[in-house]
């Protein structure tokens, strides 16, 4: 189901107040609770809010070092490769990509030589024909999907245009 005007008011005040309660929200808005509460649920199910807990930072947690490793596999052997990863605690997201390579994964390390032990772990693993690791200097856009969130609603606001024929 599309996201309508009121679901992107609901959004952009979850993005911009993610701990205030469900009550306060409906307040906020201007709608009844349970209008609201169904509203969650619907974007709940739809898959259009994911996770509804707290945003734990790895630099946090003495991991300040970021790092894009691609994997390069042995044919046919993705699945087990992918389960792999899942064993390393320092690989925070792992994505199956086109392109060079055929895995994308995001390391967190204590530091630079934290990091090559866990990148001569990698080359280790069954399946692992070899990596290609890129250093993050420099977060320059953070994790963000408001601006999305804003323009999906400008486009739910504007009546549709009847087509010329």
Do not use: W
């Not at 790895?58 to 894009?68: D, E, I």
């Not at 699945?79 to 899942?86: C, H, I, N, R, Y």
């Not at 866990?118 to 692992?128: E, N, T, W």
């Amino acid at each position: 189901m599309p996201v309508d005007a009121l679901d992107t008011r609901i959004l952009r005040l979850l993005l911009a107040q993610p701990r205030t309660s469900v009550r306060e929200y409906a307040r906020i808005l201007g709608v009844a609770r349970g209008t609201l509460q169904a509203r969650l649920d619907r974007l709940e199910r739809d898959g259009v809010i994911t996770v509804a807990g707290p945003r734990i930072s790895p630099q946090g947690l003495g991991h300040p070092v970021l790092a894009f490793v691609r994997i390069e596999a042995t044919q046919g052997s993705l699945d087990e490769v992918g389960e792999a990863l899942a064993t390393v605690p320092e690989i925070i997201e792992a994505f199956s990509v086109t392109g060079g390579g055929d895995l994308l994964t995001r390391v967190v390390a204590r530091d630079n030589g934290h990091l090559e032990d866990v990148i001569q772990r990698l080359i280790q693993l069954p399946g692992v024909v070899r990596t290609r690791t890129e250093i993050a200097l420099r977060e320059r856009v953070a994790h963000r999907v408001l601006p999305l969130v804003e323009a999906i609603g400008r486009s739910a606001a504007r009546p549709e245009q009847p087509t010329a024929k």
